[in-house]
């Protein structure tokens, strides 16, 4: 996606080889028009499959699966995340390990929500090392329920999120593929179609 790039490359602050900052329009304060923009990209990819439920982990997802959910005409459901790995009752869940804080946290959704009649894309907004989103993949197949998809707003590529998906047989879409960056420089993977 063309303009997301742009405004990554205008806007980004690369802080290191590995992260990048882009709170002026996606991680703090949101861009809503180039929010809109995204959740209508994913329409275009998912939106010849029978799609009934949008997933995301709150929080910084939900914008995104918010836009993509209007975009496609369902609800979105975003996991909660609990520090605690607490049993619950009347939830699907499944642990997370963020590499980049050290801990290990639980994400849930409600067996209310969810089930094996549902047909599944999962938004968030970066693929890095893929915990959550393999958490929330987990879930899914825990639910009985498809899953169509994977759509990520910015992917570093040189990550290995989007390859433990693809081992897992899921289709993942990203709109930004970063190949590699550092202070003052960044690279898009050059057969972006999306
Ligand atoms: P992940 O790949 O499963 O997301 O795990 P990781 O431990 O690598 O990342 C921890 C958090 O940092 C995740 O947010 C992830 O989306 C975010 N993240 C990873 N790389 C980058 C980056 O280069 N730039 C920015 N801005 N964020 C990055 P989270 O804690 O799961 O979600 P949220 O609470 O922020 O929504
Ligand atoms: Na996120
Ligand atoms: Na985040």
């Not at 929080?59 to 369902?74: D, E, N, R, Y």
């Not at 894309?121 to 993949?137: N, R, S, W």
């Not at 899953?147 to 989007?162: D, T, Y």
């Amino acid at each position: 996606m063309k303009c997301l790039e742009d405004r990554i490359r205008q806007e980004g602050e690369i802080l290191s080889d590995k992260v990048l900052k882009v709170d002026s329009f996606l991680n703090h304060q949101v861009d809503a028009e180039l929010a809109l923009e995204i959740g209508r990209e994913f329409g275009r990819i998912f939106g010849d499959q029978p799609v009934t439920k949008v997933l995301t982990v709150e929080a910084s997802g939900i914008q995104f699966a918010m836009a993509t959910a209007i975009a496609l005409g369902v609800p979105f459901i975003y996991a909660k995340k609990k520090k605690v790995a607490t049993l619950s009752e009347g939830v699907y869940s499944a642990p997370v390990h963020s590499f980049t804080r050290q801990e290990t946290y639980q994400i849930s959704i409600s067996h209310k929500y969810l089930g094996p009649r549902d047909k599944v894309v999962i938004v968030d907004d970066f693929l890095a090392t893929g915990a959550a989103l393999l958490g929330l993949v987990d879930i899914v197949k825990e639910a009985g329920a498809e899953l169509l998809g994977v759509g990520c707003v910015i992917e570093k590529s040189f990550q290995e999120g989007r390859g433990l998906l693809e081992e897992k047989g899921v289709r993942v879409h990203s709109l930004a593929r970063i190949a590699s960056m550092s202070p003052g420089e960044i690279h898009f993977v050059e057969d972006n179609l999306t």
